[in-house]
């Protein structure tokens, strides 16, 4: 893994990394339903010193989902102040809604030295290659698009409508799955699993 670093109090220039030290970032990329949640949620109760970054969305929460713990729910305008006092270090439009990585709590854990995951959509993906070219890039990808789509039908959480959007952009995702340093199947959860640590621990 790779160690970049970020300016603590960068809340509005852009997130440039500026030398080698302290903390490391990786993004998990993959298309939505191919079991992103489920690894982190297993790689953080065997590592939990790995730092999970909390996104804002302006997406609804699902049923049992937290503010605060899975996401900060925001309204569309709560959404663009963000944006535009400078306090994400990316964000993108996904299906129909906004989401975003709010920059100062990364600034804060890279300088402690953590280890911080994003789990985040391709275009976020994009933009940190830029910022952060050291990140750790890494890709989870389905057995094939029958299982993604079952995966997505059995979380039961979204309407036929949202569904089909994000089963339309998962073969945009799909097709830039070359983009990223270690590219994962994630059939069996375990296999998945040892081979996510792998990536993220060497
Ligand atoms: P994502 O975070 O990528 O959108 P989730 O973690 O919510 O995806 O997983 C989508 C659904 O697929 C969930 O119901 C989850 O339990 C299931 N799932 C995840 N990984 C596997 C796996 N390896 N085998 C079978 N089902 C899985
Ligand atoms: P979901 O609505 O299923 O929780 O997430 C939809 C997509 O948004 C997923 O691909 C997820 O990785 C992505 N996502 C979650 N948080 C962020 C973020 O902060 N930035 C970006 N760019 N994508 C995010």
């Given at each position: 893994m790779v160690s970049v670093s970020i300016s603590p109090d960068s809340a509005t220039d852009s997130a440039t990394p500026t030398s080698v030290v302290s903390g490391q970032l990786v993004v998990l990329a993959g298309p939505s339903g191919v079991g992103k949640g489920t690894l982190l949620q297993q790689l953080r109760q065997k590592h939990p010193e790995l730092q999970l970054s909390i996104s804002a969305t302006t997406r609804q929460p699902r049923a049992g989902e937290v503010h605060g713990q899975h996401y900060y729910f925001k309204s569309r305008e709560q959404f663009q102040a963000m944006v535009e006092a400078g306090a994400l270090l990316e964000w993108a439009e996904f299906a129909g809604n906004c989401y975003g990585t709010p920059k100062a709590p990364i600034a804060a854990a890279i300088e402690k030295g953590a280890q911080v995951i994003l789990e985040i959509e391709l275009l976020g993906a994009r933009q940190v290659r830029q910022s952060f070219p050291l990140a750790k890039q890494i890709f989870i990808a389905p057995p094939n698009v029958e299982t993604l789509e079952a995966r997505i039908r059995a979380?039961?959480?979204?309407s036929e409508a949202a569904i089909a959007k994000r089963l339309a952009q998962s073969k945009v995702e799909l097709a830039a799955a070359?983009?990223?340093d270690t590219v994962i199947v994630n059939d069996s959860l375990a296999t998945a699993l040892s081979e996510l640590e792998t990536a993220i621990f060497g």
């Open positions: 979380r039961g959480q979204e070359h983009e990223f």
